[in-house]
Each structure stands twice: as structure tokens, then as C-alpha cells.
């Protein structure tokens, strides 16, 4: 049977694979196409991004906005943190469903069947399996088919931390990979990014975690050898979700909002600013639909404001205005250094209260060029060695190119196989 293994190191952007940082990825490259042109979601953030993944769709089709969003219930916009352990249920209640197409899990759940490991948010790990397909360790919970939860003794009990990473690495090379040996093996690393929003990107702690991130791909790497040397047809997929970016400045977007004159449908929950790291998501009642186009043009003279996306144009970056959703903000941003030397600086938004503001660290969500940098590599059949791919792709395409390795149908995506044969 044919496999597929996963990995994803969250928040890695691709100038940062590099033999000095990365080696065992720098190694892996030679042997994997390599693509230069490959693009996060948008937002860029790692809900939105574990949706497409697990979809081969963009926000408008899957339905998941971004990391923090807003949902009408009862006539009125109430926002939600979809990194919360039940919010994809919650969202299954209000609306019929908890992602509207569906995941890699159940399209493949008769046919050798996925296995997940996570160590982001919790909202991230379920998407990739919200209906309980296939089995997902998480930390927080860790469930099989019909989401019942799996025994104690199996579940996922590790911290957010490096050493989490390591552990949850460990059980995956002997649970999915080598014992259990699904059609899809998945496991997405929590670092680099958890530490690149506590540090400055290039300082030595950053360059520590790149180090430990790299050795548990190693392991991977070294496993999935062994595998192939025992004539198993294993496709490895090996790369990231979004980049980052340098806070440099932190805006009360909201109270922008106010201060350009919509003060009144804010108070009135008419508009709904919802911050989503250096993105910002505005939706809009029914009432608040008329304020709309007035509001994107003021936004788009605000220096702190990058591209603005309204109404059906929220379409050409894979968004939809139908959910609610009226306008979609792309923090500003620049090439200039950090006091490391690593280029990509944004303005971010002011996180929702009780969330840290990112001030010097590392952050994502627009559509700044370094965190719409994510690295892809794919080593096997239909990929050739070293070769170089410089047209574009983008996460949606990856959950077709598993479903071709598997010889299964990829209608229903919005991206294609990025097989070159099969």
C-alpha cells in the first residue's frame, strides 16, 4: 500500500532552511523538489492554515476565517478564539457544520485511514479531523473514529514546549510510522513557532529551536529510510504553514476604527474588528453592510494599514463575504532588518484582551513577504530529486497531491497534484 508522511514545522519560513540552521532539512532538499513559489493561506495563521491543508480548500469553500473570528448567532456577531478545544463543535451547532467540505481523514478513512499528531492550538489539531475519521493526539485530548476519546494510557500527555515537540516526535515514528502504518501519517510541530512569539527572530534562542526542530525531522527522515529500504512506497512531505515577521509597531485597530467615524455601528455590534496577529478581520451585519465600502477606502489611507480586501474582492485571496465577513486587512509591512539582520518587518494588530501584544518578537497573519513564506519539499514518486519548481502553490494543494499518491479522487479540492508524473 502506498503511504504518505507529513511533517510540518510550524511557523518555518523558507529562508531559514539553510545548512548552517537546518541541515537535516538542507539535506532532505537535495534529494526533494524544492518549491521556491510556495504561499501560505491568508490570514496567515495556523487555523486557517490547518483547515486548507486538511481540505485542499480556501477559507471561502472550508469556512474557517482565521485564528480568532466571528460567528452570527441569534442576529448577532459573536466572536470566537477557533484555537479552543470545542469551538469547531460549537461552530457544527450553530451553523450544520464544523468545517463545510471535507477533510484528508474522511476521504481517506476506508482506505488505510490518518493519524495526526499535533502541538498547536488545539482548534488547529481537531481540523485537521473535526468529525472523528481518524484518530488526533493533542495534549488537550486525544480522540479516535465517532471522536471517543482514545484510552488514558494513550493519550497525548506532553507540554507545549521543545521537549513536548520531541516526545510527541518519538511516539509518532513508533505509532504511525513503523506500528499502526496508516495511508496518512501526519504530525505537525508546535516549533518553530511557539518560541519565535516569545524571541526576536535570528537572536540565539531563535537559532536553538531551529536546531531542535531540524533533529526531530532527522528523526523522521532517518525513519522513513528505513521503511523504503523495506520496499514500503512512502511519499514525505516536509514543510510549513506560514512565515514570520518582525513587530515593529502594535495598532488599537479597533480603536482606529472608531476614531475614522464608526464609532456607532461598532457600539452597536453592527461592525466587529477581530485582530488575527498582523491581519485583521471586520465583519458586518446586515445593518452594517452599508458602511462597508466607506470604511475599506478610509482604511487604505492609514499608514499602518497594508492591502484592504471588501466585499467580492475578498474572493481574489480565497475569502467570501458570505459568513459575515466584510473586510480583510493586511497589517503593513517592510523589508527592513531586525536588530539580528533578518529582513520582514510588520505592524500587527492589537490582540484581543488577555492575549500578548508580539512587540520585537515574531508574528503572522498578513501578507507580508516573509510570512507568506512557507517552505515545501516532497521526496518520491512523481518528484524528482534536487529539481527545482518555481511556479506557484500554495497549502490548498497538498491534501490532492496526498490523495494522488493514494490513488484516490482530488475532485472537490480547490488546488491540484503537484506530481509532475504519477
Not at 504561499?39 to 476565517?65: D, N
Not at 507580508?368 to 519539499?377: K, T
Request: charged share 20%; net charge negative.
Amino acid at each position: 500500500m502506498r503511504r504518505v508522511a507529513a511533517v510540518i514545522l510550524d511557523g518555518l519560513r523558507r529562508d531559514f532552511v539553510r545548512p548552517e540552521a537546518t541541515p537535516n532539512l538542507a539535506r532532505l532538499k537535495e534529494r526533494s523538489t524544492w518549491f521556491t513559489a510556495h504561499r501560505s493561506a491568508v490570514p496567515s495563521v495556523t487555523r486557517v492554515c490547518s483547515s486548507s491543508f486538511a481540505t485542499g480548500s480556501y477559507p471561502a469553500r472550508h469556512g474557517l476565517e482565521g485564528n480568532s473570528l466571528a460567528l452570527l448567532e441569534n442576529d448577532r456577531l459573536v466572536i470566537h478564539d477557533a484555537g479552543h478545544p470545542d469551538f469547531l463543535q460549537h461552530r457544527r451547532r450553530v451553523t450544520g457544520k464544523s468545517l463545510i467540505v471535507p477533510t484528508l481523514a474522511e476521504r481517506i478513512a476506508e482506505f488505510g485511514g490518518a493519524v495526526t499528531f499535533s502541538n498547536v492550538s488545539p482548534g488547529a489539531a481537531y481540523a485537521h479531523d473535526p468529525d472523528g475519521h481518524g484518530f488526533v493526539y493533542h495534549r488537550t485530548g486525544s480522540y479516535g473514529p465517532g471522536r471517543d476519546p482514545v484510552p488514558e494510557d494513550a493519550a497525548l500527555n506532553i507540554g507545549i514546549d521543545v521537549a513536548g515537540d520531541r516526545a510527541m516526535t518519538q511516539r509518532f515514528i513508533k505509532e504511525a510510522l513503523t506500528d499502526r502504518r496508516p495511508a496518512l501519517s501526519l504530525l505537525w510541530l508546535g516549533h518553530p513557532d511557539t518560541t519565535q512569539h516569545e524571541v526576536p527572530l535570528g537572536s540565539p534562542e531563535h537559532l536553538q529551536v531551529l536546531r531542535d526542530a531540524d533533529d526531530h525531522v532527522g528523526l523522521i527522515i532517518d525513519r522513513v529510510n528505513l521503511l523504503r529500504a523495506d520496499k514500503e512506497d512512502v511519499l514525505l512531505i516536509v514543510g510549513s504553514d506560514h512565515g514570520h515577521q518582525t513587530v515593529h509597531a502594535v495598532v488599537d485597530v479597533e480603536d482606529e476604527v472608531a476614531r475614522l467615524g464608526f464609532a456607532d455601528p461598532l457600539a452597536a455590534g453592527d461592525l466587529v474588528v477581530v485582530p488575527n496577529g498582523t491581519a485583521v478581520l471586520i465583519y458586518a451585519s446586515p445593518a452594517g453592510r452599508r458602511h462597508v465600502p466607506a470604511l475599506a477606502e478610509r482604511l487604505r489611507d492609514q499608514t499602518w494599514a497594508g492591502p484592504v480586501f471588501a466585499g467580492e474582492a475578498l474572493g481574489d485571496i480565497g475569502q467570501s463575504d458570505a459568513r459575515g465577513l466584510a473586510v480583510f486587512v493586511s497589517m503593513a509591512s517592510d523589508d527592513q532588518p531586525n536588530e539580528f539582520g533578518v529582513p520582514g518587518r510588520s505592524f500587527a494588530a492589537k490582540p484581543l484582551a488577555g492575549k500578548p501584544d508580539r512587540l520585537g518578537c515574531g508574528q503572522h497573519g498578513g501578507l507580508g513577504a516573509y510570512e507568506q513564506s512557507p517552505f515545501l519539499m516532497i521526496d518520491g514518486v512523481g518528484f524528482a530529486p534536487g529539481a527545482v519548481r518555481s511556479s506557484s502553490c500554495s497549502l490548498v494543494d497538498i491534501a490532492p497531491t496526498i490523495l494522488a499518491h493514494l490513488a484516490l479522487p482530488t475532485e472537490g479540492c480547490d488546488g491540484l497534484p503537484l506530481q509532475t508524473t504519477t
